[in-house]
C-alpha cells in the first residue's frame, strides 16, 4: 500500500511564499513522475509542476518563473517551492504519483492566498 503525505499548505498573503512536500512510502515500484495538482474552489484538478524520474521538469504557464518543483529520490519525497503568490492559487494542492504499475493521490493540502 502506498501514502502520500502531504505537508506545507496555509494561509498566505499575495506576495508571500510557501513550500509544499509530499512524501511517499510504502511498496513503491519503479516511479516514472510525481507532480503537483491544484483543484481551486468550483473547477477541475489541473496539473502545476511535473518531474520525472530523470529530472526533467514542465510546469503549467501560469506557476512559470514563480513555482520550482524538485525532488529527493533518497526519501521520495516531492517539494513544490511557491513564490511570488497569487490569489488565484488558492486551492487543495494535490500531490501524484505515478509508477510503473499505478498511480496514487495524497490526501490534499489547503493554500489560502489573500490579497
Known amino acids: 500500500q502506498v501514502q502520500l503525505v502531504e505537508s506545507g499548505g496555509g494561509l498566505v498573503q499575495a506576495g508571500g511564499s510557501l513550500r509544499l512536500s509530499c512524501a511517499a512510502s510504502?511498496?513503491?515500484?519503479?516511479?516514472?513522475?510525481m507532480s503537483w495538482y491544484l483543484q481551486a474552489p468550483g473547477t477541475q484538478r489541473e496539473l502545476v509542476a511535473v518531474?520525472?524520474?530523470?529530472?526533467?521538469?514542465n510546469y503549467a504557464d501560469s506557476v512559470k518563473g514563480r513555482f520550482t518543483i524538485s525532488r529527493d529520490n533518497a526519501k521520495n519525497t516531492v517539494y513544490l517551492q511557491m513564490n511570488s503568490l497569487k490569489p488565484e492559487d488558492t486551492g487543495v494542492y494535490y500531490c501524484?504519483?505515478?509508477?510503473?504499475?499505478?498511480?496514487?493521490w495524497g490526501q490534499g493540502t489547503q493554500v489560502t492566498v489573500s490579497s
Open positions: 518531474i520525472t524520474s530523470g529530472g526533467s521538469t
Open positions: 501524484n504519483l505515478v509508477s510503473v504499475y499505478d498511480y496514487y
Open positions: 510504502g511498496i513503491i515500484h519503479r516511479i516514472s513522475s
